[in-house]
């Protein structure tokens, strides 16, 4: 499959409407991707990245049919990641010669991953590479989301080719932002920006900054996942400058893990008082357990505060948790609340490792959080309600 994006930019990728887990089984696609492929025709003929190594076959079989392979001049490798560099091996195989361009820590990255010395042109920002009445003008982006990543701008036809920065894990027939569901669209670019460029969003807020100080024209953005951004292309910049200003919505997540039930009704109990406190708050409610937790986090990211339970076991916590709150620390949200409640029967120290886990991974604990001695009776459930209540008024005053 290809398509015309404009005269000279043609869609060359793969639409993978299997996929359902990324980054190994980091990251869930519910909706699938693509792997986003440009060739740039003018005097010259440039490949901008390829597509994921099993799809190799495919994807140089379907360039074939585009453009005779000799005929192509370059290569611009914006990053190494395998789901774009993957088809590189086997294209490289029938033009040996090509010249690849990319940063420096693209160089290291490229020789790491596939130990070749293929014709390697190493960039700048503010370098470009003449195709004729178009220019391709680099811009380094190193850690959205790996230290060699970098966007290419082509001249003439304003496009931005900005590689996984305002793309988004979503399978179209329909590659185009105006021609898919608007809801769909913004829950996977929230998803991906929560996810995976939270712990850069110093680093976004800044490159964003740098490509508008070049004051270049921008009437499409090409990604390097999801669908192509032709109307208002711009939107998305502004959503990434929103999420990356330590983003939050009016908004209260509880998530937990329970053995035997307790720590759920203590979660339920919590939420009422929080609705009983602050009936404009939306709460939501996750099992770890039985929730995907890619979109938990995505919760958690537009979230203004958390609250995180387990139950004790072995004296420590429910493993779900326990990965959920690594997952967090990794992630380095910002300008959050936190505190963390549980059930137990003897030892009871879930609650303290909760609290000290959302302490180290940034999170302002309003409080030492509440445990539950096995089922809570009706008192317990009162008191988790009214704990409720207190950690929506601890949630005004702290910090203050």
């Known amino acids: 499959m290809h398509f015309k994006i404009t005269d000279a930019i043609t869609w060359v990728g793969k ?156 399978a179209s027939e329909y590659m185009f932002n105006d021609l898919v569901d608007q809801a769909e669209l913004y829950q996977e670019c929230i998803k991906y920006y929560a996810n995976i460029l939270t712990p850069f969003s110093a680093l976004v807020s800044k490159k964003i900054q740098d490509v508008l100080a070049l004051n270049l024209p921008v009437d499409m953005i090409c990604p390097s996942h999801g669908v192509i951004w032709r109307t208002d292309p711009l939107q998305i910049v502004k959503k990434y400058q929103q999420w990356a200003a330590d983003y939050q919505e009016n908004q209260i997540s509880i998530v937990y893990d329970s053995m035997w039930d307790s720590t759920r009704h203590m979660a339920e109990a919590i939420a009422r008082g929080i609705i009983d406190a602050d009936p404009s708050v939306a709460v939501k409610l996750y099992n770890i357990a039985r929730s995907d937790k890619n979109d938990v986090i995505t919760e958690i990211f537009k979230s203004k ?13 429910l493993y779900e948790v326990g990965g959920l709150l690594e997952m967090i620390k990794g992630l380095g949200f910002k300008n959050k609340k936190a505190a963390g409640f549980g059930s137990y029967g003897w030892s009871g120290e879930s609650v303290k490792i909760i609290t000290e886990s959302l302490k180290a991974s940034g999170f302002e604990v309003v409080n030492d959080g509440i445990r539950e001695t096995w089922n809570p009776d009706q008192n317990g459930i009162d008191r988790c309600a009214a704990f409720g209540k207190a950690f929506v008024a601890a949630l005004s005053k702290k910090g203050d």
């Open 15 to 170: 639409i993978d409407w299997e996929l359902r887990k990324f980054h190994g089984e980091e990251y869930s696609t519910h909706r699938g991707s693509t792997y986003n492929s440009y060739l740039v025709r003018d005097e010259k003929i440039a490949l901008i990245d390829t597509v994921w190594l099993k799809f190799s076959r495919e994807f140089v079989d379907n360039l074939k049919q585009v453009v005779p392979f000799e005929n192509i001049d370059y290569i611009i490798a914006n990053h190494a990641e395998p789901d774009h560099s993957g088809a590189l091996p086997e294209l490289m195989r029938a033009i040996p010669d090509t010249p690849v361009y990319c940063t420096a820590n693209g160089l290291k990255s490229f020789k790491g991953y596939y130990h070749k010395d293929w014709d390697f042109r190493v960039i700048k920002s503010g370098d470009t590479l003449d195709l004729g009445s178009r220019k391709l003008v680099f811009v380094e982006a190193p850690m959205l989301h790996w230290p060699d990543t970098m966007f290419c701008y082509l001249t003439q036809d304003n496009v931005l080719f900005s590689n996984d920065a305002f793309g988004q894990h979503l």
């Open 305 to 317: 505060a958390v609250l995180v339970g387990s139950s004790t076991i072995n004296r420590g916590i």
